[in-house]
């Protein structure tokens, strides 16, 4: 097994461990709490499984036509997709579709195996962070973040000229400038924009 193929089985198993204690977690949610606001602007804790399962049960053509339909605009074909998705399915129905697809082979197009498991740990934590429910451990989180790279954080548009994020859990660092100690978790929430990024 060469040191490629090793990297993309260590990714998969991240990402089948993040899919299963994701899976745990939401068994023992509350009506109430699968109704939660979560860190997606708009998106209920339901929207945000939904829109995590889409890939499990969306055909290549009814992506396609999806994306037609919104412009080629991913984020409004997304919303779209998970808002329809929770008008037809039960909150039961969407926790059976992440306990079914654990092993699902999906990854997003040009993300490979490194794409599937930041998917799935950054909107694990906008579940996980206003519920107060646990997060993903800190070597994980580490993984999602020492395979994103500049280009695809620069998706969620944070400027972090002037800061060096460095984790007090893991060996993370990121930015040049003035040190902020973190955990790991933080990070990831900083740098996808979901939380601000703290200027000294």
Not at 7 to 12: I, K, Q, V, W
Not at 104 to 114: S, T
Not at 133 to 159: C, E, H, M, Q, W
Request: net charge neutral.
């Amino acid at each position: 097994m060469t040191s490629t193929d090793q990297d993309t089985a260590r990714l998969r198993e991240h990402t089948v461990a993040e899919r299963e204690r994701l899976a745990g977690l939401l068994a023992g949610l509350t009506p109430e709490q699968w109704a939660a606001p979560s860190l997606c602007a708009g998106w209920r804790v339901r929207e945000v499984v939904a829109h995590v399962t889409m890939a499990y049960r969306t055909s290549t053509w009814q992506f396609l036509r999806g994306m037609i339909a919104a412009r080629f605009a991913f984020d409004r074909y997304a919303d779209r997709a998970a808002r329809a998705d929770t008008a037809r399915m039960s909150d039961p129905e969407l926790l059976a579709a992440l306990r079914d697809n654990i092993h699902h082979p999906w990854r997003p197009p040009g993300g490979g195996a490194a794409g599937a498991l930041s998917h799935d740990v950054i909107h694990g934590l906008d579940v996980t962070e206003p519920l107060g429910l646990p997060a993903a451990p800190a070597d994980r989180i580490a993984t999602v973040l020492g395979n994103g790279g500049k280009r695809s954080f620069a998706y969620f548009g944070v400027d972090l000229g002037g800061v060096r994020l460095r984790a007090e859990d893991s060996d993370v660092v990121l930015g040049d400038g003035a040190p902020i100690t973190l955990s790991t978790k933080e990070i990831l929430l900083i740098v996808t924009g979901r939380t601000a990024v703290p200027r000294n």
